[in-house]
């Protein structure tokens, strides 16, 4: 099974490993093959997604057996109202394809990093708690993203929060379904992967 996986940019890049080690622990011999494709800082939007997945799945000497795309639903644009949404228009701009998988953090991936906050404090070298509700709750006026930064600028640490860099030592060692637990659209994510290669899901 070869998955390819079109992402926004390096943070999500820094999120691979991860999501590899978690797979192995579960899918062992039948574990695919992951690649993921940067689409410049956004998912692709209309034909350009369409013919993107598409030649995903045809060209090469490997085609693709299927294409996840995975957007945050906060790009700094008004494309999407919330996960279903961006789900539902990425569907609509690649078509009747049953090979395609859309995905979606709702509402920017560092909702995803949110329940390891007692890890997040302590490379923030600060005890400022964490937004209240669910992590995928924290709303576009004050994405995920924005409490991160905004602890790591109170703290001690001495550096501002960095996408791709903080991202990955958040999760370093870390099991993803404790995050999925908390995060439905993560868990969806993750389930994809996991039923297209033949497991059971979470």
Same mark, same amino acid.
Request: charged share 25%; net charge positive; proline share 7%.
């Given at each position: 099974?070869?998955?390819?996986?079109?992402?926004?940019? *390096?943070?999500?890049?820094?999120?691979?490993?991860?999501?590899?080690?978690?797979?192995?622990?579960?899918?062992?011999?039948?574990?695919?093959?992951?690649?993921?494709?940067?689409?410049?800082?956004?998912?692709?939007?209309?034909?350009?997604?369409?013919?993107?997945?598409?030649?995903?799945? *045809?060209?090469?000497?490997?085609?693709?057996?299927?294409?996840?795309?995975?957007?945050?639903?906060?790009?700094?644009?008004?494309?999407?109202?919330? /996960?279903?949404?961006?789900?539902?228009?990425?569907?609509?701009?690649?078509?009747?394809?049953?090979?395609?998988?859309?995905? /979606?953090?709702?509402?920017?991936?560092?909702?995803?990093?949110?329940?390891?906050?007692?890890?997040?404090?302590?490379?923030?070298?600060?005890? *400022?708690?964490?937004?209240?509700?669910?992590?995928?709750?924290?709303?576009?006026?004050?994405?995920?993203?924005?409490?991160?930064?905004?602890?790591?600028?109170?703290?001690?640490?001495?550096?501002?929060?960095?996408?791709?860099?903080?991202?990955?030592?958040?999760?370093?060692?870390?099991?993803? /379904?404790?995050?999925?637990?908390?995060?439905?659209?993560?868990?969806?994510?993750?389930?994809?992967?996991?039923?297209?290669?033949?497991?059971?899901?979470?």
């Amino acid at each position: 099974m070869k998955i390819a996986v079109l992402i926004e940019g *390096r943070t999500e890049q820094a999120f691979k490993p991860h999501l590899l080690e978690f797979l192995k622990r579960r899918l062992d011999r039948r574990m695919p093959h992951v690649d993921f494709f940067p689409c410049q800082g956004r998912i692709y939007k209309g034909e350009k997604l369409r013919r993107t997945v598409e030649n995903l799945l *045809r060209n090469g000497k490997a085609p693709s057996d299927a294409v996840i795309a995975l957007t945050d639903v906060y790009t700094g644009t008004n494309d999407f109202v919330d /996960a279903a949404d961006a789900k539902r228009k990425m569907q609509a701009w690649v078509g009747n394809n049953g090979n395609f998988h859309p995905h /979606a953090a709702q509402h920017d991936f560092e909702a995803w990093l949110l329940p390891f906050w007692s890890d997040i404090q302590t490379l923030a070298g600060h005890n *400022r708690s964490a937004p209240s509700g669910p992590p995928e709750s924290v709303n576009h006026n004050r994405p995920p993203s924005y409490h991160i930064r905004e602890i790591f600028r109170a703290g001690t640490c001495r550096d501002d929060y960095s996408k791709p860099r903080d991202a990955g030592r958040i999760l370093r060692g870390k099991d993803l /379904a404790i995050s999925a637990n908390k995060c439905p659209e993560l868990k969806a994510f993750l389930n994809t992967i996991l039923m297209l290669s033949g497991a059971d899901p979470l």
